[in-house]
């Protein structure tokens, strides 16, 4: 059977790329786009680590055929910072230390970057519960809860 | 997996043509969140897969007269959440599609593919039933229209017949003083598959029930609409006569597994108690409380 050709965007940059009908967006990044950002933690949905944006909204790239990327918008971590400066989550993250192995912790920056976008002023239950969808099994949760919520407050006084 | 296709057709005639020519071995995608996981266990080895959302009758959400709804087979979740006026007409329904997954699932799954996995569990299915909702569904032989209750025919299979694609749900309208609710019963907080899932939908007139629908989850082979629990409800105040008179038509239509989530008579017992819990909650709304 002949590969399918998917034409779409990625982290703002057209592109084109081949794969398996079968063949999940998550391998297609890791695998022909060479973004290994995006994590496989279950490969079922249950983890978030391959967590990305189609078209601003988060999904995790391993519930998703690549062939359904074409026409839209991918976000991976790769394109969170930016100009070579770090995203805000990111310096907050590295500052508090709100990871320890690193494997969920580009899914739960990219999914912790689209809350912020939908709601500027997150209160701590909304975070958890955004997060609920990302599991880590270092930290506990509690620094990565609180790195977001400081840097929403520092994004907030810093709009002002 | 060597021989799969992929289409995505941008009219629904074309997608029900290439389904049915596919045969058995064909799967709808809509957000992929269970047929993806099938895939990937092995559980299903489909031979095409035929992705609906570039159809725009599948996608769209379309407010109708009276508070009535059409929400397309394939919305996500987190689509139909941010629709400016469901939420207040059908807070249940929302509730109800809002609890699968996480935010990340959210952003895909669909109550059209909750309803065909046909897990006897799926959460969105009893607030469905409650609302009244009538589904569209198109085949070879053109379309009909079924109650939500008639869907499922048993765990993993549906009464859609082959070919057959499900196009949309149709709420109906809401007369003035009405409300609906959904709880389920889980050990954990979030997350987590229904042990018990109860949704309630009534119309209040006076303090009275003038109207009401129950469907019960997680407690038989399929979603059940629970017709003396709402026998039971209609005519009364709400109080507590009715409502334990509610309760125990629930218990005596459950048929429940013992699994680890729980036993059969924890299930039986649960889905007493969440549906008086449930229409008290259905109630409150509905008096605008």
Same mark, same amino acid.
């Given at each position: ?160 | ?92 329904? $929302? ?70 694609? $499900? ?70 105040? $709400? ?35 969440? $549906? ?14």
């Amino acid at each position: 059977m002949a590969k399918l050709h998917v034409t779409t965007t990625v982290n703002g940059e057209p592109l084109e790329f081949l794969c398996e009908p079968y063949e999940t967006m998550l391998d297609a990044l890791r695998n022909q786009l060479a973004l290994t950002g995006s994590k496989e933690g279950c490969a079922s949905g249950d983890c978030g680590a391959c967590s990305i944006t189609l078209d601003d909204r988060l999904v995790c790239s391993c519930l998703m055929l690549a062939a359904e990327a074409e026409g839209h918008e991918i976000r991976t971590i790769e394109g969170m910072a930016r100009g070579g400066r770090l995203h805000p989550l990111q310096e907050k993250f590295l500052e508090q230390a709100a990871l320890q192995c690193g494997i969920c912790t580009s899914g739960m920056l990219v999914a912790s970057e689209a809350l912020l976008r939908k709601n500027p002023n997150p209160s701590e239950e909304e975070v958890r519960f955004w997060l609920a969808g990302n599991l880590c099994r270092c930290t506990g949760y509690d620094k990565i809860v609180r790195a977001v919520l400081e840097t929403a407050e520092e994004i907030r006084e810093a709009a002002q | 997996m060597t021989d799969i296709r992929y289409v995505a057709p941008q009219t629904l005639d074309e997608a029900v043509g290439a389904y049915a020519a596919a045969g058995s071995a064909a799967r709808i995608l809509a957000g992929g969140t269970d047929l993806l996981v099938q895939m990937r266990s092995g559980a299903v080895k489909p031979g095409l897969i035929v992705d609906i959302k570039k159809i725009r009758e599948l996608t769209a959400v379309e407010e109708l007269s009276g508070g009535g709804f059409r929400i397309g087979a394939a919305v996500p979740g987190a689509v139909l959440a941010e629709h400016p006026r469901f939420r207040q007409t059908w807070p249940g329904v $929302l509730e109800a599609v809002n609890l699968i997954g996480s935010t990340q699932v959210q952003g895909r799954a669909s109550a059209g593919g909750n309803l065909c996995n046909a897990s006897p569990a799926g959460d969105s299915v009893p607030a469905m039933i409650a609302a009244g909702a009538v589904v569209t569904v198109q085949g070879p032989e053109g379309r009909r229209e079924l109650k939500v209750e008639d869907v499922p025919a048993a765990p993993g299979r549906t009464n859609l017949k082959p070919g057959e694609i $499900l196009v949309s749900f149709t709420l109906p309208p809401r007369p003035p003083g009405s409300a609906d609710a959904y709880l389920r019963m889980i050990p954990r907080t979030e997350m987590d598959i229904a042990v018990v899932g109860c949704g309630v939908s009534l119309t209040l007139k006076d303090g009275v029930c003038a109207h009401a629908r129950v469907g019960l989850g997680a407690v038989a082979p399929t979603a059940l609409l629970v017709e003396p629990a709402a026998q039971a409800l209609i005519g009364s105040r $709400l109080d507590d006569a009715a409502l334990n008179a509610a309760a125990n038509a629930c218990r005596a239509a459950c048929r429940p597994i013992d699994d680890k989530r729980g036993t059969i008579a924890y299930r039986t017992q649960i889905a007493g108690v969440l $549906l008086k819990r449930t229409a008290n909650i259905a109630a409150e709304r509905a008096q605008g409380k």
